[in-house]
């Protein structure tokens, strides 16, 4: 995928909710301060479904958030759907799979993707706190997209 534009950057960083621009093999392009402050891994370069399913940190977590980890398989479907698959999405798959039996587990039972949704994360205290997802595309720049989540009461 090519570097995103400079609108696309302009656009995510302007946003004072957690936003984040995706390319088709979930790999953040751009990421708002919001985000990246309240999950330092979203960050331009980090790819989505590497870190939730290969990091070690996140093990026992990722079990947790059924729906979110089951939409980011979704996420990560939709996309290399919408191109013809090319080597480095064969190594990538193989990757995951080959590395969390949740993953090869999730990509056997497809899920449809959602264009909105809630998503609970625990904080550093203990508590719980819930977002609301919404994606979206980006038109001009096809493949990307948007996802932007919003604290809701629970």
Excluded: C
Aim: proline residues 9%; negative net charge.
């Amino acid at each position: 995928m090519h570097p995103p534009s400079p609108a696309l950057i302009d656009f995510i960083g302007g946003h004072h909710d957690i936003t984040i621009a995706v390319d088709r093999r979930t790999t953040i392009l751009a990421a708002s301060p919001a985000a990246t402050a309240a999950w330092p891994s979203f960050h331009a370069g980090q790819n989505i479904a590497r870190t939730v399913f290969l990091d070690p940190e996140l093990d026992g977590i990722v079990e947790d958030l059924p729906d979110a980890i089951a939409q980011t398989v979704s996420l990560l479907r939709e996309g290399l759907a919408a191109g013809d698959p090319d080597a480095t999405d064969i190594t990538f798959l193989g990757e995951l799979m080959s590395r969390s039996s949740v993953f090869a587990r999730l990509w056997a039972a497809p899920e449809p993707l959602r264009e909105t949704g809630t998503l609970q994360t625990v904080e550093a205290d203990s508590s719980w706190t819930h977002y609301r997802y919404v994606l979206s595309a980006w038109a001009t720049e096809p493949g990307v997209r948007i996802l932007t989540w919003k604290p809701t009461p629970p």
